[in-house]
Every structure is written in structure tokens, then in C-alpha cells.
Nanobody, 124 residues
Framework: VQLQASGGGLVQAGGSLRLSCAAS????????MGWYRQAPGKAREFVAA????????YYAAPVKGRFTISRDNAKDAVYLQMNNLQSDDTAVYYC??????????????????WGQGTLVTVSS
């Protein structure tokens, strides 16, 4: 299983970036996929998730309305469009496979693999 994230970089506050994650080694279209991030000195946190068919999407409160997760099962890829970026969005972003929700209240648990991460830096 491989997850290769790309698209990070330096952007000014208010700008946009689109992250991509290319998956291989498993049946991509069978699994929920997601994005997490880890800011300097902080724990890794959930950002967004998408169902296997792309119909359902889920977002953490800090990014709702600004970030959009999508997927292309024909290309085995998942994306994160990030708009109106703020300094608090500075982090290493990781894609993850096989996310499982155990209830309606907690973020999903990653039962699959993690990508290597891509750094997003937002300058104010």
C-alpha cells in the first residue's frame, strides 16, 4: 500500500492550495479516505473524510466551509481543495486510507495506511 501526497507549499493568508494523494496497492474504491494534519508542537488532527463513492463528506469544524475533499476512483486519487487559508492551517498534511467511523461524535479511526505528508505553510 502506498499513499503519495503532493501539492503543499507556501501561500499567503487568504490564498488557496490543492493537495493530491495518489494511492496504489489496494482497491481504492472500496474505502473511505481522508486527510489529517499536524501543526508544529501539536498532535495530529482530523481534517476531512470522504466515503468510498464520494457521496458523503465530513469535515472538522475549523475547516468546514473552506476546505473541500473529493476523490476520483478512476485515478485512485483523493484531493483536498483548501481556500481562504489562514496561519492556523500551517501544518504537515497527511492522507490516510480506510477510515472507520464508530459513532456519530468522534473523528474516524484510520485502519489503513498513512501517506508521507506534505507541508503547507501559510504566511500572514
Amino acid at each position: 500500500v502506498q499513499l503519495q501526497a503532493s501539492g503543499g507549499g507556501l501561500v499567503q493568508a487568504g490564498g488557496s492550495l490543492r493537495l493530491s494523494c495518489a494511492a496504489s496497492g489496494f482497491t481504492f474504491s472500496n474505502f473511505y479516505m481522508g486527510w489529517y494534519r499536524q501543526a508544529p508542537g501539536k498532535a495530529r488532527e482530523f481534517v476531512a473524510a470522504i466515503s468510498w463513492n464520494g457521496v458523503s463528506t465530513y469535515y472538522a469544524a475549523p475547516v468546514k466551509g473552506r476546505f473541500t475533499i473529493s476523490r476520483d476512483n478512476a485515478k485512485d486519487a483523493v484531493y483536498l481543495q483548501m481556500n481562504n487559508l489562514q496561519s492556523d492551517d500551517t501544518a504537515v498534511y497527511y492522507c490516510a486510507s480506510n477510515l472507520v467511523y464508530y459513532n456519530d461524535y468522534d473523528p474516524p479511526v484510520v485502519k489503513g495506511s498513512w501517506g508521507q505528508g506534505t507541508l503547507v505553510t501559510v504566511s500572514s
